[in-house]
């Protein structure tokens, strides 16, 4: 089962598109605090002379992961924790920088660490549940997915319901899958990322007009449609036996994908891969 690039990339890619708040919250002075806990605005003359260095810091090494230049964002990271020892972005940071680096001991180990310090940081709950999913651990993952949609506040309850979504379906619990995806939806109904995933859990569940509407929507804007949405678009008129429809999504992949494997699959009449 092959779901959609516009979640499923490489890991070297995807945690930096699909996390891409973490620059956000890097610069947030209560990210860090325990959730519930009443606290006044932390302004410039509250912050220590450390706390502002680590913060400079951050924010660096936030640019560079942004930018794939992740070794120098990890000597910005390391600055940072020198500056900080209890800097909990710094140390979720770190996790998405050495899971990148392919380093996934360390990785693993910083995010553990970012939550001795705050077990309730969501974002760090977030990014160890899909690291973990990555590997394979998916009872673990959904677990800390559960955790960080359970923290009062959380503000990305939809990334983190379309991540449990996949994660879900790669297990092959496809109907818990379809609930998360249609609960990411309803917060976030524009998402192309929540449509195209929804649509290819649905197709697998043999949905497929319902398949259809939600991968419709993501190829009509053409900046977003790529080879997988048109090619999925395809297989779901295959199955519902348009010979039309399949011709007209197979001649948008001649014209615009003629090189990717989708088109190849498209002149083979592959549509069961």
Not at 30 to 44: F, M, Q, R, S, Y
Not at 81 to 98: H, W
Not at 247 to 267: C, K
Request: a neutral charge.
């Amino acid at each position: 089962m092959t779901f959609a690039r516009a979640l499923f990339l490489p890991l070297a890619v995807l945690l930096a598109a699909l996390l891409s708040g973490l620059a956000g919250c890097a610069s947030g002075g209560l990210a860090g605090a325990p959730i519930g806990e009443a606290k006044d605005l932390v302004t410039a003359s509250d912050e220590s002379d450390a706390s502002k260095r680590a913060h400079v810091r951050m924010e660096l090494a936030s640019g560079y992961f942004e930018r794939g230049q992740m070794t120098t964002a990890l000597d910005q990271v390391k600055l940072a924790i020198i500056a900080d020892p209890a800097f909990v972005e710094a140390f979720n940071l770190r996790g998405l920088i050495y899971a990148n680096l392919g380093d996934e001991r360390l990785a693993e180990d910083s995010f553990r660490r970012a939550l001795q310090l705050n077990p309730r940081d969501a974002d760090t709950l977030q990014n160890l549940g899909f690291f973990l999913c990555q590997k394979k651990r998916y009872p673990e993952a959904n677990t800390l997915f559960d955790q960080a949609l359970a923290v009062p506040q959380y503000r990305d309850s939809g990334r983190t319901l379309l991540t449990k979504g996949v994660c879900l379906a790669y297990a092959g619990q496809l109907p818990e899958a379809e609930a998360s995806l249609l609960r990411a939806h309803e917060l976030d109904p524009t998402s192309p990322s929540v449509a195209v995933n929804l649509a290819e859990v649905l197709y697998q569940r043999g949905d497929y007009e319902r398949a259809r509407f939600f991968v419709r929507r993501v190829n009509a804007v053409p900046a977003v449609a790529n080879g997988q949405t048109l090619w999925l678009a395809a297989r779901i008129e295959h199955r519902i036996g348009n010979r039309a429809g399949v011709q007209e999504f197979g001649d948008q992949l001649r014209r615009r994908f003629p090189d990717s494997r989708e088109f190849n699959s498209f002149q083979r009449g592959s549509f069961d891969e």
